[in-house]
């Protein structure tokens, strides 16, 4: 069993930046796919950015340029860098590790609100 913890979601203008961490109880690195994920008020989830045990990324096209996916497999933490945020980035960001069926964990979320 891992636990997930996210911090560093906030309040920003829009066109600032915010630093989402994501701390596991355990080690990551065995996990193949660590991934961010958001929920805005009414919407579906949506995958925004994973990252896979070999550094592959992917993002969804309305990031691209502007968020950066990473992990510190040594300090067992995910990271989400966001840069230029628009008020369409808000919402409720969640990060997941995922090996298999029996092994994949959620955090619970922490809340990005872009706004003047």
């Known amino acids: 069993q891992v636990q997930l913890e996210e911090s560093g979601g906030g309040l920003v203008q829009p066109g600032g930046s915010l630093r989402l961490s994501c701390a596991a109880s355990?080690?990551?690195?065995?996990?193949?796919?660590l991934g961010w994920y958001r929920q805005a008020l009414g919407q579906q989830r949506e995958l925004v950015a994973r990252?896979?045990?070999?550094?592959?990324?992917y993002y969804v096209s309305s990031v691209k340029g502007r968020f950066t996916i990473s992990r510190d497999n040594a300090k067992n933490t995910l990271f989400l860098q966001m840069y230029s945020l628009r008020p369409e980035d808000t919402a409720v960001y969640s990060c997941r590790v995922f090996k298999d069926a029996g092994r994949d964990y959620w955090g619970q979320g922490t809340q990005v609100t872009v706004s003047s």
């Open positions: 990252i896979t045990s070999s550094g592959q990324t």
């Open positions: 355990g080690s990551i690195s065995n996990f193949d796919y």
